[in-house]
């Protein structure tokens, strides 16, 4: 995901502008305590109301930007969530600004807020957020990016951070399907994330792997889109320009920054005619995708990643400690890349009150069903070292150790236990339609394993 390099870029235009720390407050100057949507219906278990719940509020969600549409898919998460499970929702945005989102964490933490869910734009943050957590007796949670080597079952951290992480993985498998549909022969451009942030160098090195499985695809140009579509539009217009309009593919690690490219290419007729992908999933690329104007994207669907996290940070602040491996794990991600694939992912995860009707949120959770719970979502566990030390050469701190903990149950296989686990209690995946009708009718976790011989 590219939010580490949105906050960056957001704060020149984004930062407003608001109260001190971001708060609504109704016009007899108290604190705006929103409720989750009505559009937001319950499947099944807890409902609204949520009789005898064990999980209790009340909850926030902290948007990161203004006006984004990721955000949005979050908010409407814990929209969900709060109406599932009955409780009381308080809405906030830090609006890409560091110093306001721990200040947000501080001031919900005296309001009594037992579950906190964000993005953290900034990865080197997260600590910081943590401790605050623990200092007021609150659990966050943030999907999508999990800052580098902060471990939930760390001492002192206690529980108070969950998160859930993207693998990078996506970028090799999107760039092998364009690959194979190009017949493994052509020109091929590399819109790039930002330097600095740390899922960059990340996708990049996923890149790389498959270019090495097809000699015949000439790299002709790889540059920073920095995640933003104007940038993006300049820097695949200069390609364009060196390659004499040679470009068969682009991968950008962003859908803003496939936008982007998309308008460069519209400028030289080109449309339809280069191969396009990008990642996250936003309604505007996959209707490009429908249209036949671009090839494919990552699809996380942030309405599952948001409120799972939620859930998480509820189930720790009532006690629920999870297994020490099972606190770093990612999500598998659907490989949207046809128009049936793409439509299927509209119409099912875009539209209005897709949060609550597609999941589950009490079901996700360990304390109100500790036997039957279902996470609705394939997720493993990932290797700390490889993750984050490897693929996104985040070196460890100065004398940082990860937690004892953690290394003997990783020693002792426990990875593999808590990933056979989360398999078997996975029972209902609501958007695995969206994969069936993808080309190769597989999840990236599934295409993974096919491709280790699994």
Known sequence: MSHERAAKLSRRSFITRSAATGFTVM???????????SSESS???GGAGNPGGKLKGPIAYQGPLTAWVIGDQLEAAAGAVSQQLGLELKKVNYNGDSDKQLAQID???????????????????????????????????SWATMGPWVVPCEPEIAFHYQGLANPADGAYVMCVNMFEEMG??????????????????AKDKAVDRALKQYPGIELVAREYGEYNREKSRQVMTNILSKTGGRVDAVYCQSDDEAVGALDALRERNL??????AGADGIPEFIDAIIDGRAFGTEGAAPIFGGGYTLVQALDASAGHRPKPTETLMYQDLLIIDNKASATAFKQQALAKGAAGRLFDYGLMSRIEHPDDWDPQWPLRTFDPEEYWGVAQGVAKPNGYELPEEYTR????GQRREVDAEYAQQLRRFALAEVARLSRTRKTLFEQLDAAAGA
């Open 27 to 37: 016009a007899g100057g108290g604190l705006l305590a929103a409720c989750g949507s």
């Open 43 to 45: 499947p099944s278990g």
């Open 107 to 141: 001031q919900l933490g005296t309001l009594g807020v037992t579950g906190i869910n964000t993005l953290i734009l900034d990865g080197g943050l997260a600590r910081q957020l943590a401790t605050a957590c623990v200092r007021n007796r609150t659990y966050l949670s």
């Open 184 to 201: 493994g022969r052509g020109t091929f451009a590399h819109l790039s994330g930002s330097g600095g942030v740390s899922t960059s160098p």
């Open 271 to 276: 449309v339809g005619k280069t191969l396009v």
């Open 409 to 412: 149950a990783a020693a002792a």
